[in-house]
């Protein structure tokens, strides 16, 4: 079996494939100062409810935005797996040409989104991952990476209405029945809600009129099966794209 960690800023989400088979995952929260022997311990327990022993896992592959726990997260591997994991940067295969001024910089899931989006779709794309941050990523027909934009997240934005302005509460992120809404709680789920839809809306459409191939338009992350319903561009949400990137990147280094 091969064990996919993907790190994102909120969550860590885990998963085991069997062959090209997906068979258990698991999402815990993502936090800087827990150990390797912490984590440890809680991948342990979520092995053992689901019966996979520690030992059925044969490789390790992880992507990571949150550095300080790259290396908490091979060094588990090491010690609790006795495995030398795959870590998705400098010398990894990736197959896809990067088209960013420094190719380095650009966050390892948006890599992986990239690959799995053009593995499983192999025509132009845009990829919405609604993480921490919301990130739009391009790739072109001939399945090269070009770039894309960074937006706050709609949690963060939602955190930020709250923290900054006294009388307002922190609220649910839904959508509300209105746009003219009639009370506080409704009015901030209004401006947040449909305000979130008109930037996703806005950005891929001028994505589409820069790029000119008609790219198909996917979503995964967290909060993407709130917001794709009411979207006038993103066509599916897939929402283990980046476990399935993982995988096949795995496979393109094994
Ligand atoms: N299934 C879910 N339902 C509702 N909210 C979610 C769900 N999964 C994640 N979230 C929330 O969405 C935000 C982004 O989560 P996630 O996609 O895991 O981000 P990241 O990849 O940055 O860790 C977080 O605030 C998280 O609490
Ligand atoms: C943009 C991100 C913060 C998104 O992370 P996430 O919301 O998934 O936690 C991450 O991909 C990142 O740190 N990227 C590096 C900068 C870049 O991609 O240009
Ligand atoms: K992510």
């Known amino acids: 079996m091969l064990l996919v960690i993907d790190v994102g800023n909120s969550n860590i989400v885990l998963g085991i494939y069997h062959e090209e088979r997906l068979v258990k995952d698991w999402r815990v929260s993502t936090d800087k ?13 979520l092995f053992r409810l689901a019966g996979i022993g ?10 990571s935005v949150v550095p300080t726990l790259t290396g908490v997260l091979e060094k588990l591997s090491r010690q609790y797996f006795e495995i030398t994991p795959y870590v998705v940067g ?10 960013y001024d420094n190719p380095k910089e650009v966050g390892a899931d948006r890599i992986v989104n990239a690959i799995a989006g053009y593995e499983k779709y192999k025509t132009a794309l845009i990829i919405v991952d609604f993480g921490t941050a919301t990130t739009f990523d391009y790739v072109n027909k001939k399945g090269e990476y070009c770039g894309g934009a960074i937006a706050p997240g709609l949690m963060i934005s939602m955190e930020a209405l709250f923290q ?37 809306d806005g950005i891929v459409q001028r994505m589409k009129g820069e790029g000119k191939e008609s790219p198909k338009v996917i979503a995964t992350g967290g909060l993407a099966s709130l917001i794709a319903p009411e979207s006038t561009t993103i066509e599916s949400v897939d929402e283990f794209l980046t476990l399935e990137g993982l995988r096949i990147i795995y496979r393109r280094n094994k």
């Open 33 to 45: 100062f827990k150990t390797a022997d912490e984590y440890g311990i809680l991948f342990h327990d």
């Open 54 to 63: 520690f030992s059925d896992v044969k490789d390790i592959i992880i992507s």
């Open 90 to 99: 400098p010398g990894i295969k990736t197959g896809m040409p990067i088209h």
């Open 164 to 200: 900054k302005a006294s009388k307002l509460p922190r609220v649910e992120i839904a959508r509300p029945a209105s746009i003219i809404a009639k009370n506080t709680v409704n009015s901030m789920q209004a401006g947040i809600f449909f305000g979130y839809v008109g930037l996703v």
